[in-house]
C-alpha cells in the first residue's frame, strides 16, 4: 500500500472513520489491543494531511494545526516516530507538520485520521514496504481507531488472539464491503472544544472500575456479529438500530465508572430526543456517540439533508455537516509535502 519514498519525505491524507460497533477496551496497553473487535465507516469529511520529512538532528520537529506541538502531542507522535524507526531498522530524526480539517479531541476521530496519515507517511519515509494489513496494525500502535482509517467504507478490526506478538499480528483492520449501501452521516457538532477528560483516559477508567464494563463487551461481541451479518443483508435498519444500542450501552459504562465519565451534555441530550423523535415520524435514523459530547445520526442519503436541517432547527449550539462513505489513506504522489 505504500511505497519507499527515495528523498525521506512523503504527504498522506487519511480521514476519520466512526465506530457503529464500538472499541472501548483494552487487553493490552502497550500493543493496544482491544477487548472486543469493532466495525466502523471511514467518512468523507474532517481528512488530517501530514507530511513526515527525514532531517539531520537531535530530536524530531513537530508541528501541529500551525504551531509547535508541545506536551501530550508531541509526545505521542515522538513514541510512534521511534516506533517506526525500530521497525525500519533506522535512526534519522523527523519533521513532522500535520493538520486536522476538523475539531481536535472532541469525539470527532481526529486521532483516528491524525495516527492513519501518520502511519502511511513515516513508513514511506523511512522506507517501509507495508502493505494495508501492516500499516493498519502499525496505525493501532498510535491510537487503536487509526487501524480502521487506513480503509474506507465499512472496516472491521479484529479483536486478534492471544497477547504478545500472536495478539499483534492477529489484531488488524479490513475492509469488509457494502459501501453500495451508500449511507449518510449527520454530523451534529455540539461542543467542537477539546474534553476535559481524553479518551485514552477514559477508557483506561472504565475498564478498570465500572461495573458494567464486562456485561457491555460481552454484548458489543454480539452486536458486532449482527452488525456483519446486517452489512452483508445490506439493512441500514439494523444497522442504525445496532449502533445506537451499541454507544448507548458504552456510554453507560462510562457513567457507571468510579467516579463516572460523562461526555453526554445537555445539547447532546436535546440532539438524541430529536433523532427520536424523527424516527417517530418514519425517518429511518440513528444515533451513535464516540467518547464526546458530539452525536452523529445514520441516515440514508435521501434523508439526509431533511435530518440535518432538523437538527439545525435546535438552535445555534448545533452545526452540522453531511458525511458519506470515505476513501482509505492515501500516499502523494513521489512524496511532495
Same mark, same amino acid.
Request: include cysteine; proline fraction near 5%.
Given at each position: 500500500?505504500?511505497s519507499?519514498?527515495?528523498?525521506?519525505? %512523503?504527504t498522506? *491524507?487519511a480521514?476519520?472513520?466512526?465506530?457503529? *460497533?464500538?472499541?472501548?477496551?483494552?487487553?493490552? #496497553?502497550?500493543?493496544?489491543?482491544p477487548?472486543?473487535?469493532?466495525?466502523?465507516?471511514t467518512?468523507?469529511?474532517?481528512?488530517?494531511?501530514?507530511?513526515v520529512?527525514?532531517?539531520?538532528g537531535?530530536?524530531?520537529?513537530?508541528?501541529?494545526?500551525?504551531?509547535?506541538?508541545?506536551? @501530550?502531542a508531541?509526545?505521542? &507522535?515522538?513514541?510512534?516516530l521511534?516506533?517506526?524507526r525500530?521497525?525500519?531498522?533506522?535512526?534519522?530524526?523527523?519533521?513532522?507538520?500535520? %493538520?486536522?480539517?476538523?475539531?481536535?479531541?472532541?469525539g470527532?476521530?481526529?486521532?483516528?485520521?491524525?495516527?492513519?496519515?501518520?502511519?502511511?507517511a513515516?513508513?514511506?519515509?523511512?522506507?517501509l514496504?507495508?502493505?494495508?494489513r %501492516?500499516l493498519?496494525?502499525?496505525?493501532?500502535?498510535?491510537?487503536?481507531?487509526a487501524?480502521?482509517? &487506513?480503509?474506507?467504507?465499512?472496516?472491521?478490526w479484529?479483536?486478534g #488472539?492471544?497477547? +504478545?506478538?500472536?495478539?499483534?499480528?492477529?489484531s488488524?483492520? =479490513?475492509?469488509?464491503?457494502?459501501?453500495?449501501?451508500?449511507?449518510?452521516? *449527520?454530523v451534529?457538532?455540539?461542543?467542537?472544544?477539546?474534553?476535559?477528560?481524553?479518551?485514552?483516559?477514559a477508557?483506561?477508567s472504565?475498564?478498570?472500575?465500572?461495573?458494567l464494563?464486562?456485561?457491555?463487551?460481552?454484548?458489543?461481541?454480539?452486536?458486532?456479529? #449482527?452488525?456483519?451479518?446486517?452489512?452483508?443483508?445490506r439493512?441500514?435498519?439494523a444497522?442504525? =438500530?445496532?449502533?445506537?444500542?451499541?454507544?448507548?450501552?458504552?456510554?453507560?459504562?462510562?457513567?457507571?465508572?468510579?467516579?463516572?465519565?460523562r461526555?453526554?451534555?445537555?445539547?447532546?441530550?436535546?440532539?438524541?430526543?430529536?433523532?427520536?423523535a424523527?424516527?417517530?415520524? +418514519?425517518?429511518?435514523?440513528?444515533?451513535?456517540?464516540?467518547?464526546?459530547?458530539n452525536?452523529?445520526?445514520?441516515?440514508s442519503?435521501?434523508d439526509?439533508?431533511h435530518?440535518?436541517? @432538523?437538527?439545525?432547527?435546535l438552535?445555534?449550539? *448545533?452545526?452540522?455537516r453531511?458525511a458519506?462513505?470515505?476513501?482509505?489513506?492515501?500516499l502523494?504522489?513521489?512524496?511532495?509535502?
Open positions: 500500500m505504500t519507499p519514498a527515495s528523498d525521506g519525505a %512523503a498522506a *491524507v480521514y476519520p472513520n466512526i465506530a457503529l *460497533v464500538k472499541y472501548w477496551g483494552k487487553r493490552d #496497553e502497550a500493543l493496544f489491543l477487548v472486543t473487535g469493532s466495525l466502523s465507516m467518512l468523507d469529511i474532517f481528512p488530517t494531511t501530514t507530511s520529512r527525514l532531517i539531520d537531535p530530536a524530531d520537529a513537530v508541528e501541529f494545526n500551525g504551531a509547535a506541538a508541545t506536551g @501530550t508531541h509526545t505521542r &507522535i515522538e513514541k510512534f521511534d516506533l517506526v525500530a521497525t525500519a531498522g533506522r535512526t534519522e530524526r523527523a519533521e513532522v507538520i500535520t %493538520a486536522n480539517a476538523g475539531p481536535t479531541g472532541a470527532l476521530a481526529s486521532s483516528a485520521s491524525g495516527f492513519a496519515a501518520l502511519a502511511t513515516a513508513a514511506a519515509a523511512y522506507g514496504d507495508a502493505d494495508g %501492516a493498519s496494525r502499525l496505525a493501532r500502535r498510535g491510537s487503536g481507531s487501524s480502521r482509517s &487506513i480503509f474506507g467504507g465499512f472496516v472491521v479484529h479483536e #488472539e492471544g497477547d +504478545g506478538e500472536a495478539g499483534d499480528l492477529s488488524y483492520a =479490513e475492509p469488509i464491503g457494502g459501501d453500495d449501501l451508500d449511507p449518510a452521516l *449527520v451534529a457538532v455540539v461542543e467542537a472544544g477539546a474534553k476535559a477528560v481524553s479518551s485514552r483516559d477508557m483506561r472504565t475498564t478498570a472500575t465500572s461495573p464494563y464486562r456485561p457491555w463487551a460481552e454484548s458489543s461481541r454480539v452486536d458486532l456479529a #449482527e452488525m456483519r451479518a446486517a452489512v452483508e443483508r439493512d441500514l435498519p444497522i442504525g =438500530e445496532i449502533a445506537e444500542r451499541n454507544a448507548l450501552g458504552m456510554h453507560a459504562t462510562m457513567l457507571a465508572a468510579r467516579p463516572g465519565i461526555y453526554l451534555s445537555p445539547h447532546s441530550l436535546t440532539v438524541l430526543d430529536a433523532v427520536l424523527l424516527r417517530a415520524d +418514519g425517518i429511518a435514523a440513528y444515533a451513535t456517540m464516540d467518547a464526546g459530547p452525536v452523529k445520526v445514520l441516515c442519503r435521501a439526509a439533508p435530518v440535518a436541517a @432538523t437538527l439545525d432547527f438552535g445555534d449550539f *448545533v452545526t452540522t453531511i458519506h462513505i470515505g476513501p482509505g489513506a492515501t502523494s504522489a513521489g512524496g511532495d509535502r
